[in-house]
């Protein structure tokens, strides 16, 4: 497998991302990850921002309002922390923290379309991801199109009129499907449509769609942003200063924000995204190792390997290829024994937590797309590959495949 792909740690500028400022030379991800928008507090001193575990805010007089508070539904000091270092490592203008990673869809949905858009969307996209499109724009009469993305003249093809959105996953929840953002860019573009990019499976960490030419960033901050399973989240990052504010607006109008220690635990888990991704990819490329040689697995799903479709352009546009591994055991019976077997992969949903996973999509994660033309293999297996010791990771597999 190839080695870890080595990309600058200074994220370059977003072009017309800040807002008509000139361009700058950004810190490495890491220090921004620690110091963005966490700035010693100027009463104590305290290094870490505190939690404003507060509603409301006493106001000088009438609308004299305080460095902008008022109601913490559509302000908080923690959350506003959270946000500028989001905005920053994701070298966009302006961040917005939600309460979930669909609420942040939600509210990005209802900024950018209206009853009669359209809006193109992978082919294998997060089963969430797809409920909310079947089940709640479609009734309120937006309407979409499941897309292979790889497949540029397939998007084209796929392009109206009244085309608002270019929704992209990569890499793609549970297949690890990827698509060029920048190609996915012109295309969406030239349409006059903006291109959204989920970038959960890849982190800020490992990869920049802002800098390759995407107008917005999703999360599930739940995920790796958060990083220990012990909070739920959502994020935008917008490109343009004009969109976020129009993002903003929706955010506070809908009211699913993160309320303050639920931003407190997410920036605390961005801090250490870089050292916990660089040992997500460690592991996740020996295991892919281990299960590529593996009698009992018939395919293994992971942009890293040479023979994956999408390897040049993940390679380009990655740092690493990520600490997510799917694969395929040939039968529904034999990928649930798997799962049922693992002691260390605990089963269960979700991913991007410092302890490993596993789970069947078919059953679990991905249930709502069964029937749909998004339905997922029966015979997958996910793994989200955590921090643990790879060599007890690697027993705890062999073990559960023998």
């Known amino acids: 497998m190839d080695s870890l792909v080595p990309m600058d740690n200074d994220v370059p500028p977003v072009n017309g991302g800040t807002g008509g400022s000139s361009p700058r030379r950004r810190q490495g991800f890491e220090t921004l990850a620690i110091h963005a928008g966490q700035e010693p507090d100027p009463t104590t001193g305290a290094v870490v921002p505190p939690i404003y575990q507060v509603s409301t805010y006493k106001q000088d007089g009438i609308g004299g309002l305080r460095e902008g508070y008022e109601y913490s539904r559509s302000a908080n000091p923690t959350r506003t922390s959270l946000e500028v270092c989001l905005a920053e490592v994701e070298a966009g203008a302006r961040g917005l923290a939600f309460a979930s990673g669909l609420a942040a869809e939600d509210a990005l949905l209802r900024t950018v379309c209206r009853p009669g858009d359209h809006v193109i969307i992978p082919n294998d996209a997060y089963g969430g991801t797809y409920r909310l499109f ?27 009129p009244d ?14 499907g990827i698509a060029d953002i920048t190609a996915l860019a012109g295309v969406a573009h030239d349409a006059g449509a903006l291109l959204v990019v989920d970038n959960t499976f890849a982190s800020p960490y490992l990869q920049q769609p802002l800098a390759l030419g995407a107008d917005v960033v999703v999360h599930s ?17 917008a490109a343009d200063a004009d969109l976020g504010e129009r993002l903003a607006f929706h955010q506070n109008a809908m ?12 920036l605390r888990g961005l801090k250490t995204l870089g050292v916990r991704m660089d040992r997500h990819c ?13 009698d009992a697995v ?11 479709p999408g390897h040049d352009v993940a390679a380009k546009q ?7 591994v799917s694969f395929r055991m040939g039968s529904q019976e034999a990928a649930v024994r798997v799962c049922e077997r693992t002691k260390l992969f605990t089963l269960g949903e979700s991913l991007g937590g410092v302890e490993s996973l596993i789970e069947h999509p078919g059953r679990m994660t991905h249930a709502s797309a069964a029937g749909s033309p998004l339905e997922v293999p029966a015979d997958l297996v996910r793994l989200s590959v955590g ?4 060599d007890d990771l690697l027993r705890d597999l062999e073990l559960a495949l023998a």
């Open 163 to 176: 085309t608002r959105a270019v929704w992209v996953e990569t890499p793609t929840n549970p297949l690890l």
């Open 298 to 308: 018939r395919e293994v799903l992971y942009p890293g390997l040479p023979s994956h």
């Open 255 to 266: 009211g699913a924000v993160a309320g303050p220690f639920d931003a407190w635990l997410t």
């Open 221 to 237: 901050t739940t995920k790796y942003v958060g990083g220990h399973s012990d909070v739920v989240g959502g994020a935008l990052v």
């Open 134 to 160: 079947a089940k709640v724009a479609e009734p309120w009469g937006v309407t979409f199109d499941p897309v292979p993305l790889a497949d540029l003249d397939a998007v084209r093809a796929a392009v109206r």
């Open 318 to 324: 990655m740092r690493a290829f990520g600490g997510m």
């Open 282 to 294: 460690a592991n996740a490329e020996r295991i892919v190792e281990m299960l590529t040689r593996h």
């Open 387 to 390: 921090i643990e010791d790879a």
